[in-house]
């Protein structure tokens, strides 16, 4: 079972440039989640979306747009990259959107951002 | 803002001792969830608690729910090197779905 799967693993970025992170889970969840992971800072919420067709900001979304594309595919792209979102980003899902629910995550990829 | 400390930030033990780690807020939470992550990957679901007091047990993990949902502990029984990781609490709130993650606790369990 693949779960979430994310892509690239690893990325390095000029400033200014562009990219897309892309996301697929295969466990037929109506939410996905995009997070980011600093030392110290624990995961924060960048983007999310509750169930297809919606997208809304999280805690973290300056920087940032996302598509959810269909039920499946959730991508996250980085517009101008600032050296302030070299991080570790994780996507995720989850059977519907309540806090109590089971979120299941990608592996990560590290972004670096000179 | 931070809502939800972890303590303590890095913990290095032998194996086969005992240790608490803890997660607090000045926040209620409706839910309260611990996530193990381990290196190169994605954070892992251990437990949910939703009842204020409620106490769960998975093998040598024991955790607990504070009684007026604001913290929560986790403790491990006879640490194993198995055991090592970065633990994550994470909590949902009342009226937001939006779960809020702790600071996490970075384990080590020397063999």
């Known amino acids: 079972n693949a779960g979430v799967t994310q892509t690239p693993k690893f990325q390095v970025l000029k400033t200014g440039q562009s990219m897309t992170l892309q996301c697929a889970q295969d466990?037929?969840?109506?939410?996905m989640y995009w997070y980011r992971q600093d030392p110290g800072m624990g995961l924060r919420l960048i983007y999310y979306s509750a169930s297809e067709g919606t997208t809304d900001k999280g805690e973290v979304p300056n920087g940032y747009n996302v598509s959810r594309l269909n039920k499946r595919e959730f991508s996250l792209r980085l517009e101008s990259a600032a050296p302030s979102q070299t991080s570790v980003y994780f996507c995720a899902s989850s059977e519907r959107w309540s806090s109590g629910n089971t979120i299941y995550f990608g592996e990560g990829s590290w972004l670096t951002v000179v | 803002t931070q809502l939800l400390e972890q303590s303590p930030q890095f913990l290095s033990i032998q194996e086969g001792e005992n240790l608490t780690v803890y997660c607090n807020s000045s926040?209620?939470?409706?839910?309260l969830q611990w996530y193990r992550q381990e290196p190169g990957e994605g954070p892992v679901l251990l437990v949910t608690v939703v009842t204020g007091g409620e106490v769960k047990k998975l093998k040598r993990l024991t955790f607990q729910f504070g009684d007026a949902r604001k913290d929560s502990s986790l403790h491990i029984t006879a640490a194993q090197p198995g055991d090592t990781g970065l633990y994550l609490c994470?909590?949902?709130?009342?009226?937001?779905?939006?779960?809020?993650f702790g600071t996490g606790t970075r384990l080590t369990i020397i063999p």
């Open positions: 926040s209620v939470f409706s839910s």
């Open positions: 994470a909590g949902g709130r009342f009226g937001n779905e939006k779960l809020t």
């Open positions: 466990m037929n969840h109506n939410s």
